[in-house]
């Protein structure tokens, strides 16, 4: 209880606590404990928690009794700028039963997409925290893109069975993630264009790019194997550092990587190629 205490007391004035009853601060104290020890995120006194921490501010906009909140902003703590805005949303499938999902909008970012609510999936605590979506420094702009990839958007005017079409697209770049063309892989590199070129086969391309991060303009290398399918994307964690956060797409993960100067597309395609992606 010692931590939950220097939680509460940390994030929150005495003056609000002061406000609450002994029935109302335990009920808070009880909610963040539940956070850390099952290591979930849950919302109590408008603030976010992930795993008993103060992750965000949670302003609900509207609500109702049966739905709860159909509308609301996920904030930073300190600047209480909008990261995230979640709408609920519903359509009518093919058989006219009416399907609700949320609508996360990553307004700095440009970002959107759906994820379907349904009886058994995350509520918008759970998935934030479980996403990782905002760090300390505010949103990963690395997890909300990844985010953002995995979980595409929904459109009602599809008559047909939406969560089908997610697993059969699913499974087909799962198949195309693996396709590695059959070469010399000691081979030297070749950079033709976008164009990646080894033991004189085409294997693969890389696109550079410009993105806005947290703390001005950073490149961004997309990578792509011989079907087209996005493997990889690098992103550098400053501008000119060298240093690069490689999101690989067949297994989701976030890996780190030092280049050397002038050679940043020769030291991510030769990692991705080292660790079986190319």
């Known amino acids: 209880m010692k931590i939950i ?49 103060p992750n965000a501010l949670v302003n609900v906009i509207s609500k109702s009794f049966l739905l709860g909140a159909e509308e609301q902003t996920i904030q930073g703590l300190e600047n209480k700028k909008d990261y995230i805005i979640i709408s609920l949303k519903n359509y009518k499938d093919q058989n006219q ?70 697993v059969n697209v699913a499974q087909q770049d799962i198949n195309n993630y693996n396709v590695i063309v059959p070469r010399n892989k000691q081979s030297f590199l070749m950079f033709l264009g976008d164009n990646i070129q080894q033991d004189s086969k085409m294997i693969g391309s890389i696109v550079k790019s410009t993105i806005n991060g947290k703390d001005g303009l950073l490149t961004q290398y997309s990578v792509f194997n011989s079907v087209g399918a996005m493997i990889c994307t690098a992103t550098e964690t400053k501008f000119m550092s060298y240093e690069w956060n490689l999101l690989t797409y067949k297994n989701n993960r976030f890996n780190s990587l030092t280049s050397s100067i002038g050679k940043d597309k020769d030291d991510i395609v030769k990692y991705l190629i080292d660790n079986g992606f190319l």
Not at 28 to 50: N, R
Not at 103 to 121: K, T
Not at 124 to 145: P, R
């Open 5 to 53: 205490f220097s939680l509460t007391l940390a994030f929150f004035s005495m003056s609000l606590m002061a406000q609450l009853s002994d029935k109302e601060v335990k009920k808070h104290q009880k909610k963040v404990l539940e956070s850390l020890e099952k290591k979930k995120g849950i919302s109590s006194l408008d603030t976010l928690f992930c795993k008993g921490k």
């Open 97 to 166: 039963v009416v399907r609700y999902y949320h609508h996360y909008q990553f307004p700095g970012l440009r970002m959107q997409c759906d994820v379907p609510s349904e009886i058994g999936s995350l509520d918008v605590y759970e998935t934030i925290c479980k996403y990782q979506l905002i760090n300390e420094h505010g949103l990963d702009t690395m997890k909300v893109e990844l985010f953002t990839v995995l979980k595409g958007t929904i459109n009602p005017s599809i008559s047909v069975s939406i969560d089908q079409n997610r």
